[in-house]
């Protein structure tokens, strides 16, 4: 179990440009979330995916955001146009998704400065 | 909605004193509560956990009780340590299908030697 990892770990853009975060989660856990936190905030859901299904969105996922799971493995969030007001950290979770455990595992996150 | 609220930081202790973090929550049901630690430039880490009424999550000396009657899972130590200098996180799994994690603003914490 190596944890679930993020990259870029750090992301400086200019405001307008894309990018593209990647999340991989923990080996065999079927659930991966995407949260945004912002300075002196908690965590916010973003999106949720159960394998390759994207299942659930927040309205805080505006129409320049999209995520995928292709084959239920790794994702990318990806934000096109960047805005100064998307600074922020970027944390993706994992969980094994059984009735057993609902406990949310978390990248490092990926922390996104728009200038 | 589902909400969490905690009390506002940050929160100074000396070494060995007993810490108290407080967190209600509003939610329909049952939810799954949640202690995530942060320490300085890394990720969110488990702590410890509750599922259902009257359960006591703990670890490494942390621990917190699930009331149904107070709404209220607050975090307690007793005798606190300076490496326990981070920010804590109170949060509840929503009920519905896809179990996202509602959070609290955070509470820092910094113990002082």
């Known amino acids: 179990d190596t944890g679930v990892s993020q990259n870029p770990r750090h992301k400086i853009t200019k405001r307008g440009q894309n990018v593209t975060f990647r999340c991989d989660p923990i080996?065999?856990?079927?659930?991966l979330y995407w949260y945004r936190q912002t300075l002196g905030q908690g965590p916010e859901f973003l999106t949720y995916?159960?394998?390759?299904?994207?299942?659930?969105k927040s309205r805080l996922l505006s129409d320049r955001f999209s995520a995928e799971r292709p084959k239920g493995s790794f994702s990318t969030l990806e934000i096109q146009r960047t805005e100064q007001g998307d600074s922020a950290m970027y944390l993706c979770?994992?969980?094994?998704?059984?009735?057993?455990?609902?406990?949310?595992?978390f990248g490092p996150g990926t922390r996104l400065t728009v200038l | 909605g589902n909400s969490v609220t905690q009390m506002e930081g940050p929160v100074t202790l000396s070494e060995e004193a007993f810490l108290t973090i407080n967190c209600t929550y509003t939610?329909?049901?049952?939810?799954?509560l949640f202690w995530y630690v942060q320490y300085p430039g890394e990720g969110l880490q488990l702590l410890l956990k509750a599922t259902k009424a009257d359960d006591k999550g703990s670890n490494k000396g942390f621990e917190a009780t699930y009331r149904k009657e107070t709404t209220s899972f607050h975090l307690e130590k007793g005798s606190v340590q300076v490496s326990d200098s981070a920010v804590y996180f109170c949060?509840?799994?929503?009920?519905?299908?896809?179990?996202?994690?509602?959070f609290g603003t955070g509470t820092r914490l910094l113990v002082s030697p």
């Open positions: 995916f159960q394998n390759e299904a994207q299942l659930e």
């Open positions: 939610a329909t049901g049952y939810p799954s």
């Open positions: 949060a509840l799994s929503d009920l519905g299908r896809f179990q996202k994690l509602v």
């Open positions: 080996s065999e856990h079927n659930r």
């Open positions: 979770a994992s969980s094994p998704g059984t009735m057993e455990s609902d406990t949310q595992y």
